[in-house]
């Protein structure tokens, strides 16, 4: 190659910071996606013991809901990327792209993309904060009851 050390470690770490973001996207997604999916159930085997767990599982269900499409636009199939925005997690994959062809330091438009996916990373991940936390406080209600805690990463098949 014909880059310098310093050249090949400011790519080095431009994608490393992309993929920590994408991963901390993905994991929070796996809690949504989890929740949404658990929380129903579990309100309903609960409902006639505890009618206030079961309004708080409901209530974490559609929190879920509502917080997903600040992190993704959820393409299911090929063609969904043909006509769904693209939302952080799409920004951030498509992003990273941009730096599997070379080893090329980052340009300055790529840096900027950067900052401000991180920015939104940062924001979608502050408004997931209050969910995790009222997630943890479902779990300890359930475990005091002796019941097993919400799933936490989603199934898949």
Partial sequence: THYTLAQLAAHRAAVVAL??????VDDALNVLSAVERDAPQRAAQVESKDPSLASKL??????ASGLV??????P???????????????????????????????????LRE???????TVRALDAYEPFARA??????????AGLK?????????
């Fill in 69 to 74: 499409p600040q992190f993704t636009s959820n």
């Fill in 114 to 120: 950067n900052r401000a996916l991180h920015a939104l």
């Fill in 19 to 24: 993929i920590d973001d994408f991963s901390r």
């Fill in 58 to 63: 409901r209530d974490l269900a559609a929190r």
């Fill in 135 to 144: 997630v943890d406080d479902a779990d300890a209600h359930l475990r005091a």
């Fill in 149 to 157: 805690p919400l799933a936490r990463a989603a199934v898949i098949p």
């Fill in 76 to 110: 299911q199939n090929d063609q969904d990327d043909d006509f769904l925005v693209d939302v952080l997690r799409e920004r951030l994959q498509t992003h990273l792209d941009t730096y599997f062809d070379s080893s090329a330091p980052p340009t300055a438009e790529q």
